[in-house]
């Protein structure tokens, strides 16, 4: 049987929302708060970070809830690291990591290939090919 994938996407807005699963699973809820890093000791690396804290926390991302699901306004976040978030089009595999025994959250990259894009171009593609 196959693990089930958790997921996060950010929106165009800076938000990264949480799948409901993901929510479910990590315990991401409004009576939380969120603290977010990267890995300063692998430039390399391209995950994110995530701590849950109580609710209220200095220095800490608040989890709000619009109607089923879950979000952190993370946009000061995406900003200070340099992640362009306006096209809307980056989503996170989540999944718990162990790091110096406190439990984290890991935001993977997921690769998503946009359908209208690449229909778009092949179509031009296809187009130069006929105009020859």
């Given at each position: 049987?196959?693990?089930?994938v958790?997921?996060?996407?950010?929106h165009?807005?800076?938000?990264i929302?949480?799948?409901?699963?993901?929510a479910?699973?990590f315990?991401?809820?409004i009576?939380k708060s969120?603290?977010?890093?990267?890995?300063?000791?692998?430039?390399?690396?391209?995950?994110?970070?995530?701590?849950l804290?109580?609710?209220?926390?200095?220095?800490?991302?608040?989890?709000?809830?619009?109607?089923?699901?879950?979000?952190v306004?993370?946009?000061?976040?995406f900003?200070?690291i340099?992640?362009?978030?306006?096209?809307?089009d980056?989503?996170?595999?989540?999944?718990?990591?162990?790091?110096d025994?406190?439990?984290?959250?890991k935001?993977?990259?997921?690769i998503i290939?946009n359908k209208?894009?690449?229909?778009?171009?092949?179509?031009?593609e296809?187009?130069?090919e006929?105009?020859k």
């Open positions: 049987m196959q693990q089930p958790y997921r996060a996407s950010v165009m807005t800076g938000r929302g949480f799948s409901i699963q993901t479910k699973k315990g991401i809820g009576d969120m603290g977010l890093a990267i890995n300063e000791d692998d430039p390399n690396d391209p995950s994110i970070y995530g701590l804290y109580e609710k209220g926390k200095p220095d800490t991302y608040r989890i709000i809830k619009g109607g089923d699901y879950h979000s306004n993370a946009k000061s976040f900003d200070t340099g992640i362009d978030y306006s096209n809307g980056i989503s996170y595999n989540v999944l718990e990591v162990d790091i025994s406190t439990i984290a959250l935001f993977t990259p997921r290939e209208f894009k690449k229909a778009t171009s092949l179509q031009k296809d187009n130069k006929e105009n």
